[in-house]
C-alpha cells in the first residue's frame, strides 16, 4: 500500500518483515538531519530536540495501539522491558511467584521469565485450566512467531482477571499490522518490539503499555534516571510515578529518531486495512502451499507471516532468498513468509510463489550451498 515510500532491497520480494521490516525512503534524510544537528549543536541538541523525542514517540505509538499517552514509553528492548513489567508484577503480589505461559512462546520471553519466578509452560489448550491463585502472571504472545496463530485477548483476559492475575502481552509480532485496541483488550500490561511491522530499523527501541489503573500501586525494577521526575536535579533520591519510571537511561537518539520517522507513515486505519489484505494474501499463500503437499501451520487466525514446515527447510529458505525472496527459517523445520501489504504487491506474491514452485519442483534445495548453516537465520 505503501511500497514507493521504501527503499527496498533491488531486485527482491521483501518477504521478512516479522523479523526487520525494510527501510522507509525518508529515514536518510530525517538521520543525516540528526547527524547535522549533532555536529553542528553537539550536546545543546538535547535541549532544543532530543529530551522531547521519547515522549513524542512514546505519544505516537500509543495512540496506534488504542492506548492513552500516559500509559505507554518508548524505551530499550522487548527482553529488558518483558524483565521489567515481570518484576513489577510478581512485586505487587508479593505472596504469588508463579508465571503461567504457553510452552511455545517466544524462547527469549521464556528466558526471562525463568530468571524472575517459576515458570509453568502448558499448551494454549490448556492455560485455562492452569488459571488459579497461586498464578500471578499469565505471560502470552498475541502473534505466535512460529505458526503465526493470534490468540483471542480478550477472552483469556477476562479469565485471568477472575483469579486477580494479572495479563502481560509481548505484541511484537502484532503491533503495525493487527489491529489493537488497549482500552478494550483487557491487557494490563504489554511489550513490543518495533523493528518489525513498524519499520523502525535495526534494534529500534520498544515499548512498553501499562494500564492506567496499576500506575498508582507498580515499581520499575530498574530506577533509571530518565523515569525520574526531575533528572536533572540530580537528586540522590528516585522519585518516579506513572509510565515514565519504565525509562531507562539516555535514549538511543538515532533509533528514537527512525522509529518517530517511520511512525510517521501509520495511522490506526492504516493498520485496519494492512491486516485486511493481509488475509487475503496468506490466504493465497495458504492455498498454493497446500496444493504443493506442504504443511501449513495454523489454519483459522493468523498474524502477518505464514509458515510452512519441510524437512529440508533450511535449504528452501537459502534457495529462496538465492532467487530474490527474501524470507527466514526457524528450526528444525519451518520456512517463515511475511506477507506485509505495505510494502508486497500481488505481483511480489506471485513472483515468490513461482519461485517456491520451482525450487520444490528441481528440489534446488538439496544443493550444497543452500545447506552451509549461517550464523544468522
Ligand atoms: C515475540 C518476540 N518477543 C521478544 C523478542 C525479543 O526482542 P529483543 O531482541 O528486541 O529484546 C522478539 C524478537 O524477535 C520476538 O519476536
Known amino acids: 500500500m505503501l511500497k514507493e515510500q521504501f527503499l527496498l ?58 492506548a492513552k499517552s500516559n ?14 513489567v515481570l518484576k513489577a508484577c510478581l512485586a505487587m503480589k508479593p505472596k504469588r511467584q508463579k508465571i503461567l505461559t504457553t510452552q511455545d512462546n517466544f524462547p527469549a520471553d521464556l528466558y ?21 491463585e497461586s498464578i500471578c502472571v499469565l505471560m502470552l504472545t498475541h502473534v505466535n512467531y512460529r505458526s503465526s496463530a493470534v490468540i483471542d485477548c480478550e477472552t ?32 494490563d500490561f504489554a511489550v513490543g518490539c518495533t523493528y518489525k511491522y513498524l519499520s523502525g530499523g535495526p534494534g529500534s527501541p520498544a515499548f512498553i503499555y501499562a494500564y492506567e ?7 520499575t525494577p530498574i530506577q533509571g534516571w530518565m523515569g525520574h521526575q526531575k533528572p536533572f536535579e540530580f537528586d540522590a533520591d528516585y522519585q518516579s510515578k506513572g509510565i515514565k519510571q519504565f525509562l531507562g537511561g539516555t535514549p538511543p537518539i538515532f533509533s528514537l529518531q527512525a522509529l518517530a520517522t517511520a511512525l ?6 492504516l493498520i485496519v486495512r494492512l491486516y485486511e489484505q493481509a488475509k487475503v494474501y496468506t490466504e493465497t499463500l495458504s492455498q498454493t502451499l497446500m496444493s504443493l503437499e506442504l504443511e501449513v501451520l ?3 487466525r493468523r498474524g502477518g507471516h505464514i509458515a510452512f514446515c519441510h524437512p529440508n527447510g533450511y535449504g528452501i529458505s537459502q534457495a529462496m532468498i538465492a532467487n530474490g ?5 526457524r528450526a528444525p523445520n519451518l520456512v517463515r513468509l511475511c506477507v506485509n501489504p505495505l510494502y508486497l504487491t500481488t505481483q511480489d506474491l506471485d513472483a515468490c510463489i513461482h519461485h517456491l514452485v520451482a525450487i520444490l519442483y528441481h528440489k534446488y534445495y538439496l544443493h550444497a550451498k543452500f545447506n552451509t548453516r549461517k550464523e544468522v537465520t
Open 156 to 187: 483469556i483476559n477476562q479469565k485471568a482477571h477472575q483469579y486477580g492475575i494479572f495479563t502481560v502481552w509481548d505484541l511484537s509480532h502484532s503491533v503495525g499490522i493487527v489491529p489493537l485496541d488497549m482500552a478494550s483488550s483487557g491487557i
Open 325 to 329: 525472496v527474501i524470507c527466514d527459517y
Open 9 to 66: 532491497p533491488e531486485d527482491k520480494v521483501y518477504m521478512c518483515g516479522h523479523s526487520l521490516g525494510p527501510c522507509f525512503k525518508n529515514l536518510p534524510e530525517a538521520l543525516n538531519g540528526t547527524l547535522t544537528m549533532y555536529a553542528k549543536q553537539g550536546v545543546l541538541s538535547w535541549e532544543t530536540d532530543w529530551i522531547k523525542l521519547s515522549a513524542q514517540v512514546s505519544e505516537s505509538l500509543a495512540a496506534l495501539i488504542g
Open 264 to 269: 510517521g507513515h501509520f495511522d490506526a486505519g
Open 71 to 84: 500509559e505507554v514509553v518508548v524505551t530499550d528492548s522487548t527482553s529488558i522491558n518483558l524483565y521489567r
Open 298 to 300: 495454523e489454519a483459522d
Open 213 to 219: 489503573k496499576h500506575h498508582a500501586s507498580m515499581q
Open 112 to 132: 526471562i521469565a525463568d530468571g524472575v519466578a517459576e515458570v509453568v509452560m502448558v499448551p494454549e489448550h490448556q492455560l485455562i485450566d492452569h488459571l488459579d
